[in-house]
């Protein structure tokens, strides 16, 4: 069964066993409230009289809608205003319509109770020994495995190190080629050969 009732200026079309968010009303958790204007009832697409029908509710909590930032301003006017507001409401659990009420549920005790003989069940049976084994039978005894096995040989044992290429020596520079030796210019030629023979050339000596 549904019905749509007004309360805080609003309609509300709900049935049993839902929740509403509603204005602001008097009263704390856990305390019934009836709303009385029922605008509209039925079940299924049958509609029902609404004379004398209430709907009944219980309030889970008090509580509070999201900020909502209210800011003025007027230009050239050097004018501004920010104020915050959250309104107030109250959250309901609706409990009747009419003479239908809504019904508790009782599976959490039920299945409660259903899994406590299983647990007695179970911590009742005995566990089940292992077979005995055959005592001349020998077990099988894997040899134990190293993680590092003795070297044979004193090479394996201090293997060589292996030198850092920090401590090789650098290249020796190879000696730059020598350049070949410049040709004389045979301009210069002439006049130094015509000095020579001149030098060599000696004026004779008068006998005493």
């Known amino acids: 069964m549904f019905a749509v009732v007004r309360t805080g200026g609003k309609q509300y079309r709900v049935a049993l066993g839902d929740k509403i968010v509603v204005e602001k009303m008097d009263g704390e958790a856990g305390d019934k409230v009836t709303l009385g204007d ?13 004379s004398g029908l209430t709907v009944g509710a219980e309030i889970i909590a008090q509580a509070k809608a999201d900020k909502v930032t209210v800011f003025k301003k007027r230009r050239r006017h050097n004018y501004r205003r920010k104020k915050g507001h959250r309104q107030q409401h109250t959250i309901l659990r609706i409990v009747a319509i009419g003479d239908q009420k809504a019904e508790k549920s009782a599976k959490p005790a039920a299945t409660k109770a259903a899994s406590k003989p299983e647990a007695d069940e179970a911590t009742a049976k005995p566990a089940k020994a292992a077979p005995a084994s055959d005592s001349s039978a020998k077990p099988e005894v894997d040899a134990p495995v190293t993680a590092n096995p003795a070297p044979d040989n004193e090479a394996e044992a201090n293997p060589p190190k292996a030198k850092s290429p920090a401590a090789a020596k650098p290249a020796a520079k ?31 000596t008068k006998a005493k």
């Not at 509209?40 to 009289?49: C, F, Q, T």
């Open 38 to 50: 029922v605008l509209l009832a039925g079940e299924g697409s049958d509609l029902k009289s609404t």
């Open 174 to 204: 190879k000696p730059a080629a020598a350049k070949p030796a410049a040709k004389a210019s045979t301009k210069n030629a002439a006049p130094a050969k015509g000095a020579a023979e001149k030098s060599t050339k000696s004026k004779p």
